[in-house]
């Protein structure tokens, strides 16, 4: 429904709503930490941010079918390639078995995504943060107004 909806504000809730689910496979998985960084990251502020735009934006019906054919050739090239892509890597991945033997319940828990965060992948993590840093400084400057500047 995400894709074949025509308006894209249902297309957003029908996001949201994937992403519950999704939730859900995660819970059922045993990782809880991603469960609740799924709800609260993606369907909440990244959600909201896509409403935003495109209640922003304000599409009207008679631009949005104005598209040429040359880029719905191009769209259903891309899918294709994409389709035939995961197929073929699907084909060629194979299902691991369950073995009760080796079998570790604390996998998805937060004490040990914890530890192999900050064990493992404390740089990683750490450049991300400073990324994140310097996102929101940039946009920060970005939106601040200067003296003088119309305000529409």
Do not use: W
């Not at 990782?31 to 495109?54: K, T």
């Not at 995961?86 to 691991?96: E, I, N, T």
């Amino acid at each position: 429904m995400v894709v074949f909806s025509r308006s894209p504000i249902h297309s957003v809730l029908y996001l949201i709503l994937t992403f519950f689910c999704l939730t859900g496979h995660y819970i059922l998985l045993n990782a809880q930490f991603l469960a609740v960084v799924n709800i609260i990251v993606y369907a909440g502020a990244i959600m909201v941010l896509f409403l935003f735009v495109i209640m922003f934006l304000n599409m009207k019906e008679d631009e949005r079918d104005l598209v040429p054919n040359v880029t719905k050739i191009a769209a259903s090239i891309v899918c294709g390639t994409i389709f035939i892509i995961l197929f073929g890597a699907y084909r060629k991945s194979q299902a691991g078995t369950y073995d009760p033997g080796t079998y570790n319940s604390q996998t998805g828990m937060v004490e040990s995504l914890g530890q192999v965060l900050f064990r493992d992948y404390l740089l990683p993590f750490e450049l991300a943060s400073v990324l994140f840093l310097i996102a929101m400084v940039g946009a920060v400057m970005l939106g601040k107004r200067e003296l003088g500047e119309r305000h529409f």
